[in-house]
């Protein structure tokens, strides 16, 4: 089907699960929108994300997309069930997949989460994982400044380093065997957050596990892109500073984002 898949996301990190979903599905057509005049969402209040999001769906929706990925986990966290309901199409958010990956790979029935202020306020990922397995003790720490060091590319040096055992050394204690980057950044530190935990606690990526559920959903619906629709096409949107999310967005993607466009929600 050559309808394409819209994604939004708060900023630049949802291009992390987009990146997945194309490894996974690399002929099908997606839109992306990132809502860089308002990030971070993670601040932010419920009610707040959740009239942010359905703006957002509601200019995706405008190019006939057959999916919709919520590439947020604060929007995720506050508002998938509403989105879920109020819309026609399927809706896959990213906290339900990353955390049906950890209860599969946990031995210890120990699962650590690390993500922004907001989605480890929510609850999000202690209730998904308590919903599959009641007995499995779950550790939060919020990493709020993963963000800024990932899009400055600091992914890699003796402040990330430092930054990570200040926020990790704690839940590390824990004995923990399995740990969500519940936050779409946070791949990108991924090294080093895996050199400070050890070899023995498996990272779960919450961008992967998603883009698995879309191939999933959109087979079962029958409503992946055939070979013979053609040429693939990826459009880009923001709601502020193109050139930013363009300089930042192809770090986090590995190529060169050139269709960049720069849209007004209200219009």
Known sequence: MKRPIGIFDSGIGGLTVLKEILNAMPGEDTIYLGDTARVPYGTKSAETVTRY?????????????????VACNTASAYCLPQLKEELSIPVIGVIEPGAKKAVEVTKAKRIGIIGTEGTIR?????????????S??????????????????????????????AYLNDIKKQWIDALIL?????????????????????????????AAEVAKCLM????????????????????????????????FMGTRLNNVELVNLED
């Open 122 to 134: 929510s609850g999000a990922y202690f209730d998904a994982i308590k919903t599959i397995d009641q």
């Open 182 to 210: 519940g936050c779409t950044h946070y791949p990108l530190l991924k090294s080093i957050i895996s050199d400070v935990m050890g070899n023995t606690v498996t990272l779960i990526d919450s961008g992967h596990e998603t």
């Open 136 to 165: 499995i003790a779950v550790f939060t720490q919020p990493c709020p400044l993963f963000v800024p060091l990932a899009e400055e590319g600091w992914t890699n040096n003796q402040i990330a380093r430092m930054t990570a055992h």
């Open 53 to 69: 999001s359905f703006e957002n769906a509601k200019f995706l929706l405008k190019f006939d997309i057959k999916l919709l990925v």
């Open 220 to 251: 079962e619906k029958n409503l992946l892109k055939t070979i013979s629709s053609g040429e693939s096409f990826h459009r880009f949107f923001v709601t502020d500073s193109p050139e930013r999310f363009r300089q930042v967005g192809s770090r």
